[in-house]
């Protein structure tokens, strides 16, 4: 694949896809211990035919992005968040856990190294990083692998679901992303890998994704396939699903703490009933990758549950997409902590 040329590239219509940057942070784990990582330019990554991952799924990643500010710095939206649930993710997969100090510093570097790939400000355009931390050690039995591999990579990206801040609409699927006490909760392959069909299904269909609901009763909904769900309800309550089975969103946390502080809603992480979808007035998914995108209509069972609007994007789902991507591209004050400058 040929390596991307930033002078080509068409800032204001960026998809989201992959491109091959100049450079990437790779480290190794051996022998009880990380060896020293650096930068590399080599964006393949060499694996035995048994490397635990390829078979038995060992491995998880996380999604994070570099903002471009008006006054042309680079900053990270809480880092420090990615990096302790990579270490969650990794304790539950039994992989050494990459020091979250150095996840830090990796993506840094990677995206020092690939500045001229941060999209201008007022693009909408953002470089999207990949950590990826896996067993890339050989073994046949099903065990932790005897090696590791981390890796970050980035590109850079537009919106995720088609039009960004327009309304898109959603349907439930029948399948299960993740089990009740499964691995719902970290970022691993084998969650996207389940989540494939349904989400072909529901793009076969004309939804730009599907909602999953609980495992246990499909009574309640659980999140997207690559986001979580939040509602506003009528009396302004910011409500959120809680569950053990889904990913917990570190935008949803920070819409959940933004909401309350910075919009005066009210907030509520709890059951958010599928036959109950009239409490709300506004619906949307939120992610890294979707920032927020307004939920148009929720189809269950044949019935599209339309929310606010399926071609306008309600106020408050508004005021809380102003909120955080000002805070993300450096026009809105940051609460303490959460972005970091890469100098
Ligand atoms: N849920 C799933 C399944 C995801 O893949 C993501 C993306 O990371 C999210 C939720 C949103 O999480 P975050 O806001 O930390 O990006
Ligand atoms: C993210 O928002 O970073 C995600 O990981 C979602 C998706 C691209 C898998």
């Not at 719902?184 to 076969?204: D, F, I, M, R, T």
């Not at 009396?235 to 919009?263: C, G, M, Q």
């Amino acid at each position: 694949m040929a390596k991307a040329d930033a002078s080509k590239l068409d800032w204001n219509n960026l998809g989201f896809e992959y491109m091959d940057l100049p450079y990437r942070y790779t480290a190794h784990w051996k022998d009880g211990a990380w060896q020293d990582g650096g930068l590399t330019e080599n964006s393949t990554l060499p694996l035995n035919e048994a490397a635990v991952v390829l078979h038995y799924g060992q491995g998880a990643f996380e999604g994070m992005k570099a903002y471009r500010t008006p006054d042309n710095k680079i900053q990270l939206f809480r880092p420090d968040r990615n990096a302790a649930r990579l270490k969650n993710s990794a304790e539950r997969l039994l992989m050494p856990v990459f020091p979250e100090d150095k996840f830090v510093d990796a993506v840094k570097q990677v995206v020092k190294a690939n500045a001229d790939f941060v999209p201008p400000y007022g693009t909408g355009g953002t470089l999207y990083i990949r950590p990826l931390l896996i067993g890339s050690g050989a073994t046949i039995g099903v065990h932790a692998a005897p090696e590791y591999t981390f890796t970050v990579f980035a590109m850079p990206v537009g919106s995720y679901f088609k039009g960004g801040m327009t309304p898109v609409n959603f349907t439930t699927s029948q399948y299960d992303r993740a089990a009740h006490k499964g691995t719902g909760q970290s970022k691993v392959g084998g969650n996207y890998a389940a989540s494939l069909l349904p989400g072909e299904n529901a793009h076969k269909d004309g939804f730009a994704d599907c909602v999953y609901l609980d495992p246990v009763n499909h009574k309640k909904i659980e999140e997207v396939g690559s986001a979580n769900f939040f509602g506003i309800t009528k009396d302004n309550v910011f409500a959120t699903p809680k569950s053990p089975s889904i990913l917990p969103s570190i935008t949803k946390y920070s819409l959940l703490w933004l909401a309350e502080h910075r919009l005066g809603l009210g907030t509520e992480e709890g059951d958010v009933y599928i036959d109950q979808l009239d409490r709300f007035k506004e619906a949307g998914a939120c992610g890294t990758a979707a920032v927020i995108s307004p939920i148009g209509g929720l189809e269950h069972n044949g019935n599209l549950h339309v929310f606010y609007s399926e071609t306008e994007v309600g106020p408050v789902t508004k005021k809380l997409y102003d909120e955080l991507t000002g805070i993300q591209f450096g026009t809105v004050e940051a609460p303490e902590g959460w972005v970091q400058v890469v100098e």
